[in-house]
């Protein structure tokens, strides 16, 4: 994974953990999420620590994500591109929370069909989902609808 792609794939994250109360992304999240999240922005600042300029840029990053969000994206780059045990450890924790999280994958492949739902999901905080439809012809499929998993 290239530095740019790990440093986006962290602020993706962190954003919407930083942007929202914690009750509201544990809820969102899930706990297991939250705590790994929480866990990689405190990893974060700690080794962001030893540069004044890294480490005030998180700070006002804390304070409007959405503005400082490209500068945090820079720097992080910069630091994973020049430490390489830096990269591998936020890459472990990018893996880390993505299997945590929950996984939908579906697949249609269709011929004709009419009211298809294939998955409906309100409210899915963990687990994984695969939903499947292979239709010749079809009508009023539905083939899976979730309220809260």
């Keep these: ?6 440093a986006t794939s ?3 994250i962190l954003m919407p953990f930083i942007k929202k109360s914690t009750e509201e992304f544990a ?5 297991a999420v939250f705590e790994k999240t929480k866990n990689l922005f405190a990893t974060l600042k700690a080794k962001m620590s030893i540069d004044n300029i ?3 840029m998180l700070e ?4 409007k994500p959405d503005v400082y969000q490209p500068a945090v994206v820079d720097i992080l780059e910069e630091k994973i591109t020049e430490d390489r045990a830096l990269a591998d450890e936020l890459r472990g924790y990018l893996e880390d929370i993505k299997k945590s999280g929950p996984q939908v994958k579906v697949v249609i492949e269709m011929e004709k069909a009419e009211n298809l739902i294939v998955a409906k999901i309100r409210k899915m905080s963990k687990g994984n989902l695969e939903a499947r439809a292979n239709i010749k012809e079809g009508k009023d499929v539905t083939g899976v609808e979730i309220d809260e998993m």
């Design 1 to 6: 994974m290239e530095p740019i792609t790990i």
């Design 54 to 56: 890294a480490t005030d």
């Design 10 to 12: 962290i602020l993706t």
């Design 60 to 63: 006002r990053f804390e304070q």
């Design 27 to 31: 809820g969102e999240a899930g706990k």
